[in-house]
């Protein structure tokens, strides 16, 4: 007779109890042991870390942590919907819901924590959620279908996050913290301001300094608003508790195990729990430091730990990083090290730019090591400045801190970083292991650094030897301006020549693809003149070139249907050019919006009505606006000297010069500008790809800058030029972006990139360094001489006219699919949600 | 030479071939008022899957750009870009989602 092989049972199937399953079959113990999971939940782990991103597309087959057939492979009997409900030490035996006996050997408790929902009358109303749990989210999504508004009460990190997805799910969504300030744990005051200006942009309402006193409940008992601490009461539909998590540790508790004063099971630096034969790792635990951690880095390391102590080897958990990334859309905030500042003399190097929601501050001891620090509103440099941790950084901490463009410039790359730095905390990965990496394929599966939260993606793709193949696309080896380069050197016209002349052997010949169609559309386009080709974007198989936008001139929107947007040059219009803009969008049922860039959008209109809404625009003396294509979109202005009482310069005249000057061109990514008539910046010229701000003796020109996800101040590049000069130094400056830039790299990012950087860009446009600048300049201006319109040469055409219907073998049908339903007395979409796969994108 | 698709109640003439831009797409209404994305590719052979973008809703696959893997022509959804291969209705972009194909010829126009 054989020995039965020993047992391990493990509670709990999270993100820490899978990584331990997977940890025992690396180390060959699921060979020797027999293994049993017993999980409270429906379904196997998940990651839990990206949660939030179901509500963006993700599935729940997306979110899986467990590898098809490992179960199987590694003889693990998983229980699903089955939960520990006794353990019984002395008979080394635990009970599950279902009645089943299991006896152990071993037994790991991975139980991980529950929400904490404060004690408030109410609490429990229909209409009150938690968010942990992917049936938590089913739940939400489906209560919010009827409702208009919700609230989460905390504004911690996972607050937050519960509160974009609130709003993504088109609920109007506050947040109610009761500390001063908005993640309190992670950032300090300056932080917590320049986040808050920053959610508050959002559109997110944010109640901080004030508890929740009472869930308030209507006449069918179900939530209706919320009374707060300051004896106000605010409406709310749904309410999402997010105060906090405790470690479930009532079952050890039960079984008589040892527990922390405040929660958590208690461990040894080996994860063992005061029964040598039971463990307890990730969020459930206490570990030696005192600490119950809240992350999966710990967690995992824990998960190793107690793996190496099984065979006997020596591995301690003692502490861990509490480095944290916010992972919700559009708000950069991370924090790292010791962030407040507690070690005893250390001293803190901040910026922060309240104009634009940007604060960073590092903690440095007095001998210079990095110790910490707080980014909000431009974490971009979180991926290397953790891993510079407990290291004196290559550069001033001065340096570190500001941002692109101010001061010298910053060298400091992943180049910088010592071997033993690690750069995924998530699965402690040093820059060394990933150096012996060819590929971010490759370092994903052979050190799992990179599948964890992912903010350290970045700093390891720049870590990665540079990719032999810098090519578009699998049609051509080719950069985008190294195609560039080819078009206007060999003076080629057409997309079918470049690609059987100069793709990829395998691609020679065949249909291309959607991504280097567009941009050698978009470069033959913006060297059409030059060339003698025919600028027009729609003549023959340039046609084909286009993405849907400019192939129809208009911006398809979500349900297919267009928008249409007159250029308004310099914003300013005559009160007979508005009546026509609101005749024609009452006469074609759309919804008209003004725009952040000075224009008006008019949103419905269908592909056969957009001949029919040009003309009555084009009669009207207006041109296209350019909203679809990779092109100049605006030139916003302030009304400037002629009406401001501050305005040193005609601002509004020289934004229409030069928005008629660049209509049209095309560009590797869209362009907006900007004209301020004088310091006071009312246009915002600064955040916009060119901008100009009137000065008493002429114009400053600044370039680079972008608004969006991570916007960017542009950098001064030339002061006081006279008129003449500025528009020859835009002609230059655009050209040389327009040659250089990669596809859909906007100037921020080339800037960035550049070599030498503004610095250089100077040398180059302003003191012609490289001799290019009579090249540029007669390129802008064969640009400005054959521009017209897209529109009214298209309504010259009856053969053009031909696309412009729904349906090619009914010519006059509007297409019945694209519906509209009313809001705040116009039209907006009506689109039936779809399922895929069973679950709702 | 005109395109034809084959529908419930036998082959449909859609439109000219000369109406067709290679590497671009038009819809076409069906008898049961459903709709088609018809196309072709660089070598004038004639494609046709459903309108509708499964990932949105919207019948717009129509109005996207053609292009081909290993010599296998798709359409990319003018909307979120994933690409659909036009020989099998799969989504390249996800293997768990596929568009519906139709039977599709050119004939002499007689
Ligand atoms: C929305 C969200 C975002 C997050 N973002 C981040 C982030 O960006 N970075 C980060 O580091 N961390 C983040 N976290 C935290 C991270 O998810 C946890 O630290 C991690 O999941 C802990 O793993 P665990 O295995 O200890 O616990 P869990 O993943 O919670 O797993 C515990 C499992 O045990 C089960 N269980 C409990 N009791 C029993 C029982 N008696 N019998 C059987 N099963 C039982 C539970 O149902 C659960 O499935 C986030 C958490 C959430 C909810
Ligand atoms: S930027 Fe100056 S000139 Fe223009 S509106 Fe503002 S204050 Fe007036
Ligand atoms: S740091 Fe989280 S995946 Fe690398």
Redesign the interface.
Known sequence: MTEPLPTIVLIGHGMVGQRYLEALAERGVTATHRITVLCEEPRPAYDRVHLTSYFSGSTAEDLSMTPAGFMEEHGIALHLDDPAEHIDRAARTVTSRSGQVFPYDVLVLATGSYPFVPPVPGKDAPGCFVYRTIEDLLAIEEYAKTRTSGAVVGGGLLGLEAAGALQGLGLTTRIVEFAPRLMPVQVDEGGGAALLRTIESMGLTVHTGVGTQEVVTGEDGSVSGMRLSDGSTVDTDLVVFSAGVRPRDQLARDAGLDVGERGGIAVDARCRTSDPHVYAIGECALAVDGRVYGLVAPGYEMAETAADDLLGREKEFTGADLSTKLKLLGVDVASFGDAHGHAPGSLDVVWSDSRSGVYKKLVVSPDGVLLGGVLVGDADSYGLLRPLTGSVPPVAPEQLVLPAGVGAPVALGPSSLPDHAVICSCHNVTKKAIAACATLAEVKKCTKAGTGCGSCVKVIGQLLPAAADKGLC?CFPYTRSELYEIVRTRRLTSY?QLLDGHGRP??R???????C??TVGSIIASLAPTLGASGYVLDGEQ???Q???D??LAN?Q???SYSVVPRIPGGEITPDKLIVIGEVARDFGLYTKITGGQRIDLFGASVDQLPRIWARLVDAGFESGHAYGKALRTVKSCVGQTWCRYGVQDSVRMAIDLELRYRGLRAPHKLKSAVSGCARECAEAQSKDFGVIATASGWNLYVGGNGGATPRHADLLAQDLSDAELVRLIDRFLMFYIRTADRLERTSTWLERLEGGLAHLRDVVVHDSLGLCAELESLMADHVAHYRDEWAETLQDPERL?RFV?????PG?P????KFVPERDQVKPD????T??GAV? | MTVELQVAQGWLTVCELSSLIPGRGVAALLPDGSQAAVFVDRAGRPYAIGNQDPFTGAHVLSRGLVGAVAGRPFVASPLLKQRFDLESGRCLDDEEVAVRTYPVRTAATS
Do not use: Q, W
């Open positions: 699998g079918e395998e691609a010949g065949g249909d291309g693809c959607e991504v169609k567009p046609a084909a070139l993405d849907t936008n192939h129809f398809m979500r349900n297919g031909r729904s349906f090619v073998n009914a049908a297409d019945p699919t694209v689109l039936a949600v779809l895929i796969g994108r």
